[in-house]
């Protein structure tokens, strides 16, 4: 199945400087950015679960958007969470 790339816009405002950051994202990680806006929180399972994708793909697209600053990874272990940055 072909699909069209993603596109999400995150303003990051930081010393009153504001940086424009677009990067490419699939179809899984704008699913779970969308679903972060009215959840507040989100876990691997249910990245997972929200996907229907295995626990190997839903680490590496959750280490990507950590990576681009997009989530902020919190707890350990079984507890770990996943959240949008706060401005």
Do not use: W
């Not at 677009?22 to 806006?37: C, F, P, V």
């Amino acid at each position: 199945e072909a699909s069209s790339p993603h596109y999400f816009k995150l303003t990051i405002s930081k010393r009153l400087q504001q940086n424009k950051l677009s990067i490419e994202l699939n179809n899984r990680q704008t699913k779970a950015l969308e679903h972060l806006k009215t959840t507040k929180r989100l876990t691997s399972t249910e990245y997972q679960e929200l996907n229907n994708t295995s626990k190997a793909t839903a680490k590496r697209d959750l280490a990507i958007l950590i990576d681009q600053g997009m989530l902020i990874k919190s707890g350990s272990g079984k507890l770990v969470e996943y959240r949008l940055p706060v401005d």
